[in-house]
């Protein structure tokens, strides 16, 4: 395969300047597992001229115009002979190279799955960040004058902020000093779009979930270079870094939104139609179609057209966009954004494509659903059911309704803690439960904090279930600092600016001396738990083994060969005296228990738990 190999379709007419020509994906790699390659080429004029590639061991299989002549797809095959290098793309007219756009072919990285595209698991505490409202580390980029929305403006919470990339890399140390072992940042991808007036009020895409190009991290962000250096450096520091992806819609301001390759590029309707963000018709076996279509193919909102992944441009798009960010930013786990919205053949798909590829790499979905059913039905189950998704895991909402109420509830037959056991009764319906990313609050969330009506010990005691319960814990942003708030009236209340991440702010609580001594127990107690479990092979990978609660008293362990944790929940408004006989099947060869939080031994099995308070003992 070394001669030199062809491919021309020919077209008449006009030619269109190279500056005006895109190709998508921007770049790629020799040796991938999958050696073919779908070439998007977008042109701001009709493409009239042939397009040939001429470059050793790559070959053109199929030149397609799209219905919209802006668009063309170049099929390759890149052989085991291709060598990194730059290849052309040429556009030929009268037998003359008439115009030609570079696409660069790089070598893999030897990295992947060692200190780069590890995967997230159990072993991992991740914290969530929004980079507009988290540190401000470059003051030039908060507003770019060649984008649609020129507003940066911290007094108005549906405004950005200019929270960027740098300002988190600025920030690395207090994750590792907090026991953050991996970030997973809402989506840095560029959002170019205008200011949308909703309801009255000016809004701007701070929350990244309105892509206006695949291929361009935001430059309010820092742009692609920003990214990059900010990933290689938390890689150095062993810290792991979780994208969110979206592969249900586009921003309004797309260039395939302004521009559309294809009729169906997205799925189209005779009006404005909404989804009805139920999930339940993707699995019901007595759903109509009607309701189905609805579910999977109405829009989000207005301002995000629904992606058509049928289509199998669209399809090939977005696969490729997903293997082209975790092998250039060497990407360790993906968190799918409105996973049930997208098509289900689609999904397992590009699950697969980015599997055969990364094989350490973790993804999961979000499912924002009621029940054990619905949320392990998307993903690997053990429910008899005709279509089977393949996701890893979820974002657990089951059990974050049940952790909200174990801790809230007073107990009762179905209330309370008996609430929490038994939602974890069902885990019988996950393939793998240790792979669902577990939470007390995200972004999308009343905070915590307020939730358990700002009461220390409630928090300590969800905390606690959060970083000793199975599944990959994620805390969200500035939790350790008692940040709180609910959803009333917008979403932007729950995130707000991390205090100490702007250089006016008066307050830094990056600090132990910034923060308020109630604050600062938090963070240590998260922080002293967060290195325990770093080193506890029951807490991250071991069983779990609970007890049926008992008069407001939820008793659960967690074990291996080498070492057996208890967590002991008193979640009445009285302490407790426990009697541990009943839990002698795990006791067997033990003598005495620590507090693994206040160094406090028992040596008898009766004592007494004060009241509202979780312990974690580690048998000894
Ligand atoms: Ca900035
Ligand atoms: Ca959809």
Known sequence: MKKLLFSLLFFTALAASSQNIKVYPSNWWVGMK????????HSQADITDSIAINYPGVIANKILLLENKHYATIDITITPDAKPGILQIQF??????????????????????????????????????????FSNGDTTNDIIKSMRDGVCDRGNMYARHGGDLKGIESHLDYFTELGVTSLWLTPVIENDMPLTDEGGTKRSTYHGYAFTDHYNIDKRFGGNKAYKELVDAMHSKGLKIIQDAVYNHVGASHWSAIDPPMHDWFNQWPTYTQTSYKDQPMLDPYASAFDKKLSN?????????????????????????????????GIDGWRVDTY??????????????????FPSLTVFGEAWVQTVTNSAYFCENNIDVPFKHNLQGVTDFPLYFAMLDGVNQSFGWAEGVNKLYATLVQDILYKDP???????????????????????????TAITWLLTLRGIPQLYYGTEILMKNFKNPSDAKVREDFPGGWKTDTVNKFTAAGRTEKENDIFNYIKKLAYYRKSSSALTTGKLMQFVPADGVYV???????????????????????????????????????????????????????????????LQ
């Open 34 to 41: 999958n050696p073919t390659l779908q070439l998007l080429i």
């Open 340 to 357: 049930f919205y997208s098509n289900p053949e689609f999904l397992n798909r590009i699950n697969n494509a980015l599997l055969t590829e």
């Open 92 to 133: 030929i007219k009268k037998k003359k190279v008439n115009n030609r756009v570079s696409f660069e072919l790089f070598a893999k990285n030897n990295d992947n799955g060692k200190t780069r595209v590890r995967g997230v698991r159990s072993e991992d505490l991740v914290y969530l960040i929004m980079p507009d409202r």
């Open 434 to 460: 240790y792979r669902n990313a577990i939470f007390l609050d995200n972004h999308d969330l009343d905070r915590i904090y307020s939730v358990v009506g700002e009461d220390d010990n409630k928090l300590k």
């Open 556 to 618: 659960y362990f967690r074990y291996d060969d080498k070492q057996t944790v208890a967590v002991l929940s008193n979640t009445n408004k009285q302490a407790a005296s426990i009697d541990a006989t009943r839990f002698e099947e795990r006791l067997a060869g033990f003598e005495s228990a620590r507090n693994i939080i206040t160094g406090e031994e028992i040596h008898s099995m009766l004592f007494s738990v004060p009241a509202n308070t979780t312990w974690v003992l580690e």
């Open 297 to 329: 193919k109405g829009w989000f909102t207005r301002f995000m057209p629904d992606l058509n992944q049928e289509n199998p441009v669209v399809s090939n798009f977005l696969i490729q966009h997903a293997i082209w960010c975790t092998e250039l930013f």
